[in-house]
């Protein structure tokens, strides 16, 4: 067996950026997606009175259109790289603050904690 040489500690580090930006980011992000969604659904159901029908399925398609068309990959109107991911790291934040005010303290916070790793992994894989 050879000495390692920096090189070969190179291209494994560029191989495993490459993983982590092809595969682990965006699986990451599509579940921070779906559980922000789950997130708004169930604090606008554990509202009072009729605004919890409203709220619960109002709030979510609100966002999933906003986001069709301002933050989505392939939309003709997406905003600029940074503002897309400024914007998807607040949805995922007032998320995880819904699912605390709706009394999920546990799955909140960690929404949050996710969300937050998140963010600081696209940034430091894909910088802007």
Same mark, same amino acid.
């Given at each position: 067996? +050879? /000495? /390692?040489? =920096? &090189?070969?500690t190179a291209s494994r580090l560029a191989g495993l950026q490459a993983a982590t930006e092809g595969m682990v980011l965006p699986a990451v992000g599509f579940a921070l997606e779906v559980a922000m969604l789950a997130s708004f659904v169930y604090w606008?159901?554990?509202?009072?009175g009729p605004w919890n029908f409203i709220l619960g399925l109002g709030i979510p398609a609100a966002v999933v259109v906003l986001w069709g068309i301002f933050l989505a990959p &392939?939309? =003709?109107? /997406?905003?600029?790289?940074? $503002? $897309?991911s400024l914007a998807s790291l607040a949805l995922f934040l007032l998320a995880g603050g819904a699912l605390l005010a709706?009394? =999920?303290?546990?799955? +909140?916070?960690?929404?949050? $904690? $996710?969300a937050a790793a998140w963010f600081a992994a696209s940034r430091v894989v894909q910088p802007a």
């Open positions: 067996m +050879g /000495r /390692r040489t =920096a &090189k070969n606008g159901f554990r509202q009072a &392939k939309s =003709a109107r /997406r905003l600029p790289l940074n $503002v $897309v709706a009394g =999920a303290t546990a799955p +909140g916070i960690a929404l949050m $904690v $996710v």
